[in-house]
């Protein structure tokens, strides 16, 4: 069910690629029928929820109404779009931009839902902040225009220097994000020294200060809201236990408990793949009195036992001193076990994969190195060969031993993906480059070996792999985001500037295919492949505004091609991405370092 | 002796404006004179030092060792440069590096010294970051090499792509501070879609994982020791307080104590400005039995007590109620004062402001519109008259009452300012440049009034008033560090690149007098004034680089001029300002905030 959910969401998120402008263009009543498929699926879904939630419940949560509201508007859209179609006229698919609403509103998103939540409460907060940083630039675009207004001076590009409000407001605007430092500051600096203390100021002011002070009200109400929402879980926890406890309890004597048996199953079916020493574990500590039943405070425990992870260590004999006891004892194999578990045996593969590092930066089309690259895979099949000798295999790739896995993962992969290589080239005579590409960057991974045998290394990519997952529901928030914005940027801005392969001779190919960008930053950078034109570009191009720089040359590109009204689509991108959501992100990086260090 | 002490340690400082390559020239001959009588001043005044403490605690105290060392480096440098100067040689004058040593180790600069503790306990936690971080661009570095280098790419520029280790760790390196981002991925990306992943990978490791765990290293760092530091004043001030106690006790019964009339003097000794009523208050609270002296616990909370402020509220009567009774309670008086107080008063001139500002905003050479500035003038000048009259003076511009101050001085500046520019202008028929941008500056910056209604800002600006003082701090930390960056940039590019006038017709103009830019970004956007030739042009670059946008072209230019390992000056500059310093800003600000929200 949650699968299936899962995927009919990616279908229709997905069909943005289909439809026009598309990367692989299917005829409009192909998308919309699969469309209408995914919307009778989320709404068949919906029935299923109102059945087995109480009416008032199901009507409360906004979850629901949001589906059905957003169903319905896209059904409306489809209907529109489609008759117009039918009578040729073009229209626009507004309605694409809500699909992330599926996303975030089917149970299973909780923690983007989370996200958004903690985004929304943090507003409030931030919309102050906001207005008082705009009118601190808005001051300073009036004191730029009155400074230097009316000194003539001209910009690189030969035009007119902070003589319109508007544009000083944007270019001051963009100084905030850096992203115009210094050219923004040369026509004034170089009039006059004394002017560049004007822009440190508004530097300090308002890239230092008021981004910091940004930064500062997203973490704190990151914080704040994330330690509710944990609050609200144990609460939620804790009143669950309490109803189960309900259920099942009996009265012995004057208290009311639950049963040893009752309280067997119940664990059996919350916590099916438990051991059975694990659960008598956690009966010997729930029923201190071995009294043959748990009482209501150890019953309220069991959710937070079961969270808590045994670690069970087997000492385990390895197999071949079970099946060869004679030879895995010999004087030789112990000598090789020894060995193998010296130090030395780590460094030794060390120095052979920094020797190997040097090999890869050197031309592999030198035969003698590529004999070389088969002599370093076959050392580092002899040293997993040798490891797995001496340890006991389960043990060595335990569910603790991260790193031995990714060790092993890479190695064969590499083996694997060389050979192929090997086979493809013999047999005809060319090399493929997708593998040659995949067997290159597996050969490079390998290097990552060396990070594995440094302890203060391995803490911080430890502490960097503990928080993947939730680096995952980031990704979720900004695949939202991002659909969103490349959604209305296609229907703005698609086909306005186009992609000419770089030996092209068309005559626009110059200018992106578009006269109004002759002249302009943008066409000079040949920044013609950034556009909106699919919405695997639209991504790129999105991708880039969160970076940050040279967003005002994509912005003033544009705004040529469209109008200078355009730019607030930029800036409102930037307010909500990176003044939001990559301060979100970095707060979230901050405590997860504070939490681990 | 502080103010002294201070003093030459900026004249100390200032000499590299004089020196050559001098904003203002002066001989070496006077140069050198100045500063050793600067050296001359330090010496002696460590000679006041190595008098008023014990012999052993002078020569164990770093700060005096460091001084001592850095005073006779300079000498031999100044006797070496001479000499050398004298038979026509010119050398390198490398000990004006060290200068802001004198700043950092008089005592008086305990708040910057501290800040570099804190960097240098930072540095071993940073290192492995650091190192990891490295490790990972270099793994990119040869993954680019391989994926990117043999297919014949070629930049914008007409430059090849990705061809050299080198020049590509450099490029991914300005990659991380986003610097030459998408730039550097287009020719990658128009060659084909997929090869955006590998930089939008890189940019998410790099830029956003590692630069915001150094942004978590350093701040937990700063946490750490700077509430060590908090803990250590603490112990100090005990400690202090303890030997204060040794000295004035007396016994009294089975106890010591000191004595009411000691205590009183005492405190009239540390707090010479403290009111009657506020000694008799803490007497009070430190002689809890009335007893007529102090005991011990209760004297420790001396200093303690004396950092608290107590408010006092002054209930006093306005001046013209004790002058003119009469006239002052009128109905006529009465009712300006009642309208003065309410808040529609303050509403009004809030509106009269915003008018003002779209005036401001408008062509000021309109006689009509010039004629209205006297109005607005007018009219503050009258509010800020029925204000003195309503509230009474004292009570009004007292401590706490940071805002009306503010409003004042505003209101007064800009009316002195205008009145000084209209009688230059009437005696001689010109404008004064200066103060027709001074003036300009005081009326806009009477917009910041507006703030001041509104109570959500106030509490913002009002926590960014507060750092104020430790924002200083952070103007000499960076000071220190520019100045000696200063010097050695002077020392390695003074003289390689040099600014035209816009309209000049010198041959080279165009590439900044150095052929070597021929063809460069550098030349072509412009960046001629951005260079090493003198201290005030070098803090402008140095600013640009804490920008960090295009530094990679200044990085480029100045390696064109001189050698490609002069890239190696602005990467260390990257490290030490943007990852640590501006990292400890952040820090800072986000500290204050979480304390002041
Ligand atoms: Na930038």
């Known amino acids: 069910m949650r699968g299936a959910t899962y995927f009919f969401i990616c279908v229709d998120l997905s069909l943005a690629l289909f439809e026009e402008p598309a990367v692989f263009p299917l005829p409009f009543l192909a998308t919309s029928i699969i469309e209408v498929l995914c919307l009778t699926v989320f709404f068949g879904r919906l029935i299923h929820f109102a059945k087995v939630t109480p009416q008032m419940v199901f009507w409360k949560d906004t979850k629901n109404i949001c589906i059905m509201v957003t169903i319905a508007l896209t059904l ?3 209907i529109i779009y489609g008759s117009l179609e039918a009578v040729s ?8 931009a809500l699909r992330p609403v599926f996303l975030i509103n089917f149970p299973e998103s909780r923690q983007i839902r989370r996200a958004f939540r903690s985004i929304r409460k943090t507003l409030p907060d931030i919309l102050y902040v906001f207005l008082l940083f705009m009118f601190s630039v808005l001051i300073f675009s009036l004191m730029a225009l009155k400074l230097f207004g009316d000194r003539g001076l001209k910009t690189v590009e030969g035009s007119s220097y902070f003589t319109n409000i508007l544009e000083i407001a944007f270019e001051l605007y963009v100084l905030v994000t850096t992203a115009n430092s210094p050219d923004v500051m040369l026509p004034a600096y170089d009039f006059n020294w004394w002017y560049s203390l004007y822009f440190v100021t508004f530097i300090i002011i308002n890239t230092y200060i008021f981004m910091s002070v ?6 704190n109400n990151y914080r704040k809201h994330l330690k509710n929402e944990i609050r609200k879980l144990v609460y939620l926890k804790r009143h ?8 099942l309890k009996v009265k012995v004597g004057t208290e009311f408990v639950v049963k040893e048996t009752e309280w067997r199953q119940l664990t059996k079916v919350v916590a099916p793949d ?11 500590i729930s029923d201190e009195g071995q009294k043959g039943h748990v009482d209501k405070m150890n019953f309220l425990r ?3 036992l079961l969270n808590i992870q045994v670690v069970t260590i087997n000492v385990r004999r390895h197999p071949l001193e079970a099946w060869v006891p004679r030879v895995y004892q010999s004087p030789a194999s112990l000598w090789v076990r020894k060995m193998v ?7 030794v593969f060390d120095v052979i994969i920094l020797i190997n590092a040097i090999f890869i930066a050197l031309d592999e089309k030198n035969p003698f190195i590529s004999y070389a690259e088969w002599l370093f895979l076959s050392l580092y099949v002899i040293e997993i060969l040798l490891k797995l000798y001496t340890y006991e295999p389960r043990a060595y790739f335990g569910r603790k031993q991260f790193w031995n896995g990714f060790d092993m993962l890479i190695i064969i992969a590499a083996l694997v993906a060389t050979v192929a290589n090997a086979t493809i080239q013999s047999a005809r005579k060319y090399n493929s480059q997708q593998i040659l590409d995949i067997v290159l960057i597996l050969r490079i991974l390998r290097l990552l070996r060396v990070i594995i045998s440094i302890q203060r290394f391995r803490v911080i990519v430890t502490t960097l792999i503990n928080i993947g997952p939730t680096m995952l529901m980031f990704g979720g928030l900004v695949l939202v985001v991002y659909y969103a914005f490349a959604i209305i940027g296609m229907e703005v801005f698609q086909g306005k500037v186009r992609f000419f392969e770089p030996n092209s001779t068309a005559p626009d190919s110059l200018v992106c295919g578009n006269p109004a960008l002759k002249g302009s930053t943008f066409a000079r950078d040949r920044y013609c492949k950034n556009n909106f034109n699919d919405l695997a570009s639209s991504f790129i191009v ?6 940050v720089n040279q967003w005002h040359i994509l912005a003033g590109g544009f705004a040529l091609v469209t109008h200078q009204a355009a730019k607030l689509y930029f800036i409102l991108f930037h307010i909500v991405v990176v003044i939001l959501i990559v301060n979100i992100f970095i707060a979230f990086i901050l405590e997860a370092f504070f939490v681990a260090y």
Chains 1, 2 share one sequence.
Not at 89 to 96: E, F, K, L, P, Y
Not at 274 to 284: Q, V
């Open 76 to 78: 409306i859209d489809l």
């Open 274 to 284: 438990i051991s059975t020493s694990h659960l008598e574990l956690l009966l010997r």
């Open 341 to 347: 578990q010296h130090r030395i045996f780590v460094w």
């Open 302 to 304: 069991l959710a937070d």
């Open 240 to 247: 669950k236990m309490i109803e189960a406890f309900n259920i």
């Open 89 to 96: 006229i073009h229209s626009v698919r507004w309605s694409r």
């Open 214 to 219: 940004f930064l500062a009200v997203v973490y």
């Open 542 to 547: 999105l991708m880039e505004l969160t970076v």
